[in-house]
């Protein structure tokens, strides 16, 4: 029997980069509004019966009072205004999924979903008591991506990008990811690709659908996003290791891309 070679599948599957940023569990009143670089997975499995307890979105202004036994899916750069009263109670993932460094695959998914699945919720309350083992790392990711899969299921149209661009720009893709700080300009991407600065912005605009400018700030500001939720490091110090010329100009940068100011956002998503 003759056996295919799903060469495709085996290029696409390694574009596709999975990024667990925040995970919590617990209860936080706050009243939040802005913009994320990352998705969020918002699991609802107790409440107060308080009704304050919202989600409202910002594009379409649907308002979804928060429920037990609901999951709400947060797409990255899609605003939000959501208020958490104190007796809500819920387990919290924020994460990326990215075809290629920097191009989350629900960029454009454009709307807040809710799924309601209490079984679903109480398995993933159930893993904050285990060790993070293999086993309970695959099964969080499990869970992730199930409901990824059914959020994707019947929206083909997004997440997709031109392959044969893409991987031509791969290593500037990878470069930014690794090593794009505060300083890294157009121009350094410009000279890595052999292209005058204006040519290679129409290129890459034209191939990647985004500007240069605005793909190196969106991974500025998920790196700053990752160091301010995933370390101990204060501002200042968040702030010197991506290179910032001042602690000032790193917040006006974060605001700029989130809707608000490192430490405000540190108090609102950091404590959960």
């Known amino acids: 029997m003759a056996v295919t070679l799903k060469r495709d599948l085996l290029g696409s599957h390694a574009a596709l980069h999975f990024r667990l940023v925040h995970a919590a569990i617990g209860s936080y009143p706050v009243q939040a509004k802005g913009t994320m670089t990352v998705n969020r997975m918002l699991m609802i499995f107790e409440d107060a019966h308080d009704e304050n307890s919202c989600l409202r979105d910002g594009t379409s202004g649907k308002r979804y009072i928060l429920q037990p036994g609901t999951i709400y899916f947060i797409p990255c750069r899609h605003e939000v205004d959501m208020k958490l009263t104190e007796g809500l109670r819920f387990v919290s993932f924020q994460f990326t999924l990215d075809f290629y460094h920097g191009f989350d695959v629900f960029r454009n998914y ?13 398995e993933a309350k159930s893993l904050f008591d285990k060790e993070a083992d293999a086993w309970m790392l695959c099964r969080v990711n499990e869970i992730l991506f199930r409901l990824c899969s059914f959020l994707l299921m019947n929206r083909r149209d997004i997440g997709n990008l031109n392959r044969p661009a893409a991987n ?9 990811q690794e090593h794009g700080d505060a300083t890294t300009t157009v121009a350094d991407l410009a000279s890595m690709s052999r292209m005058r600065q204006d040519v290679f912005s129409r290129t890459f ?25 995933g370390t101990s490091l204060s501002i200042k110090e968040v702030s010197h290791q991506l290179r910032f010329s001042s602690e000032g100009y790193f917040s006006r940068f974060f605001k700029r891309h989130t809707g608000t100011v ?9 404590k959960r």
Request: hydrophobic share 35%; aromatic share 8%; glycine share 4%.
């Open 110 to 122: 454009g709307k807040c979903v809710p799924i309601h699945n209490p079984e679903l919720i109480s």
């Open 168 to 176: 031509r720009h791969l290593p500037l893709l990878e470069y930014v």
């Open 205 to 229: 605009t034209r191939e990647m659908k985004i500007t240069p400018k605005e793909f190196m700030d969106n991974t500025l500001t998920r790196k700053a996003i990752q160091l301010l939720l």
């Open 262 to 270: 490192p430490r405000d956002f540190r108090n609102t998503y950091g």
